[in-house]
């Protein structure tokens, strides 16, 4: 029998800190902002706080690359927290592995309350030191970047446009249908306050004459980097009752990583990895696509949501440039409203977390303006790309 | 007329590997004209990037090989940022290698311009040394379209 672990899990609170370009605040100052604001929503204190997990490894520097965000070490001595559970890794289910890692602390009873962030200082980083790529100062490249740097390919861009090349020559994706991702987000954020594109609406007409960047992706293809801290509190079931929101329940976790972890080695050129790990979270519940009332799905680049939605079950293979035509089935009052805070390419870079608390925040009802008419009961979140997915089910309230 | 897309052939500079046991092979066999490409001597699969345990079968009989040095293009991208200061765009190509279904690697299609690639179409290998004369990039061109 299968055991839905995740279950014991819901989200307790949320914390999202300022966001903007070139802030000029230091990582570990975002981060505190955005785990007290987390605490503080949750009814807690941080007396309360037993586990503390973050994404990726942590500890680059606000201005050195801006990618790692501050160490659960450095969080848990700065803020005085005393911890039965900690951990932070990139390896994993993308951004999402540091809610994996919280739900098994709490399905294990090694945690109770545990403190989940991501923090990013890559606006004030490239200001301090350039656009780059990934390569950076390396001198000598290792492991699979060895296979894709010398050769130009600098950054993601340069990984998935391939992938949109081939949906559009195999499967009539247009840039069009693709532009919609980016259409319908920068309408989502002119209501979302912290958004970086609020006050500057785009038409398809910009979008198409936008800069090529890794052709067929163009700049507006490419989310927009930030700084900012997001974090959400994740605690177990039992202590729902003393929580001053509805509990936004973890029902099912898709971690998965059945095929090829390859950038450009995935074994089906038509699918995307992000298919194992949905395919394993619709096996850990009953619920299915159609019972998803809002999606909050990775946008790094709009390729990638593109693929997800295909991997999800939104649509068949090589369907998602016909279902998102014309934008009215991801708007706010479509069947399925998408990345409704604008998502990384109109609110910023938030790096998958942004994806995690929109979800949250709407399931509750607390979205604001932006909330959504129709009260969302279910939502789904996915993060990542490439060598690195992973997605999660999240519902309204808790089910058994 | 539109204006075809000028491509340039050269990158001003590439990132080096660090070479190992696993990897010398790959990147040095060009000096030979030769892609080495790892193949498990137990089950005769080939695997990309090379690694010392074969993917498919878990036999560690394994080692490089010296490929075709043909494939098809799988798919691929004109580079238009600047992510190398000076760079003219490029096309990043992924070449499925004729040895095997998704045998792919990442690489630079060169003596071509952007709108006469489609995919599938037939590719060969050909070296480009590194200013240091130690190591060999494999990049890809038309079949047929020597320089």
Redesign the interface.
């Known amino acids: 029998m299968t055991v839905i672990g995740e279950r014991s899990s819901y989200i307790s609170g949320l914390g999202q800190s300022a966001v903007g370009r070139n802030l000029g605040r230091t990582e570990m100052d975002l981060t505190v902002e955005a785990i007290s604001t987390a605490i503080a929503d949750a009814g807690l204190t941080p007396a309360d706080i037993d586990g503390l997990v973050t994404y990726p490894a942590g500890g680059n520097g606000t201005a050195k690359g801006g990618f790692g965000g501050p160490s659960a070490n450095a969080v848990q001595d700065a803020i005085g927290l005393r911890l039965n559970f900690y951990s932070g890794s990139s390896d994993g289910a993308a951004q999402l592995q540091a809610l994996v890692n919280a739900c098994m602390a709490v399905a294990t009873g090694l945690a109770k309350h545990i403190v989940i962030y991501r923090t990013v200082t890559e606006s004030t980083a490239q200001k301090a030191s350039g656009r780059r790529g990934l390569a950076g100062s390396v001198a000598e490249l290792e492991g699979e970047q060895q296979y894709m740097m010398p050769f130009g390919a600098l950054s993601a861009t340069c990984w998935l446009a391939p992938l949109a090349r081939y949906h559009m020559d195999k499967f009539g994706l247009t840039r069009e249908q693709l532009g919609q991702i980016a259409v319908v987000s920068r309408a989502n954020a002119q209501l979302t306050p912290y958004a970086l594109m609020r006050g500057r609406p785009m038409t398809m007409d910009d979008y198409l004459a936008a800069r090529m960047i890794s052709d067929p992706l163009c700049l507006f293809d490419c989310d927009v980097p930030c700084d900012a801290s997001t974090a959400l509190v994740i605690s177990h079931v039992d202590t729902a009752p003393d929580c001053p929101h509805v509990p936004i329940q973890i029902n099912a976790l898709g971690s998965a990583s059945w095929g090829r972890p390859s950038w450009y080695e995935w074994e089906d050129m038509a699918t995307f990895p992000g298919r194992d790990p949905a395919a394993q979270m619709w096996s850990r519940t009953d619920l299915t696509i159609a019972d998803v009332d809002s999606a909050h799905i990775y946008d790094g680049f709009s390729i990638i949501t593109t693929l997800w939605l295909e991997a999800l079950g939104v649509c068949g293979t090589g369907e998602a440039g016909a279902y998102i035509e014309g934008g009215h089935r991801i708007s706010r009052d479509g069947e399925l409203p998408l990345n409704t805070n604008g998502g990384q390419l109109s609110s910023g870079r938030l790096h998958g977390f942004g994806h995690l608390h929109e979800a949250a925040l709407q399931l509750r009802g607390e979205a604001g303006e932006r909330q959504l008419a129709k009260q969302p009961e279910v939502s789904v979140v996915t993060n990542g790309a490439g060598s690195t997915v992973g997605c999660a089910l999240l519902t309204r309230g808790l089910l058994s | 007329m539109t204006a075809r897309t000028a491509v340039g052939a050269v990158?001003p500079m590439?990132?080096?590997?660090?070479l190992d046991d696993d990897?010398r092979a790959f990147w040095t066999g060009g000096e030979s004209n030769s892609l080495m490409i790892h193949r498990c001597n137990s089950c005769q699969s080939w695997f990309?990037?090379p690694a010392p345990i074969c993917r498919r079968c878990q036999s560690t009989d394994v080692g490089p090989q010296k490929s075709s040095g043909r494939g098809t293009l799988?798919?691929?991208?004109?580079?238009?940022?600047q992510?190398?200061p000076g760079?003219e765009p490029?096309i990043?190509?992924?070449v499925e290698l004729l040895e095997q279904p998704?045998?792919?690697?990442?690489?630079?299609l060169v003596d071509v311009e952007?709108e006469d690639l489609?995919?599938d179409m037939p590719l060969e290998v050909v070296f480009e040394a590194h200013p240091d004369g130690d190591l060999w990039?494999p990049?890809f061109r038309p079949v047929g379209a020597a320089s």
């Not at chain 2, 590439?14 to 660090?18: A, G, I, S, T, V």
């Not at chain 2, 799988?74 to 940022?81: E, I, M, R, W």
Request: no cysteine.
């Open positions: 990158l590439r990132l080096r590997p660090y990897n990309h990037p799988a798919s691929y991208t004109v580079n238009f940022q992510w190398i760079a490029y990043i190509g992924w998704n045998l792919r690697l990442m690489t630079n952007a489609s995919l990039y990049l």
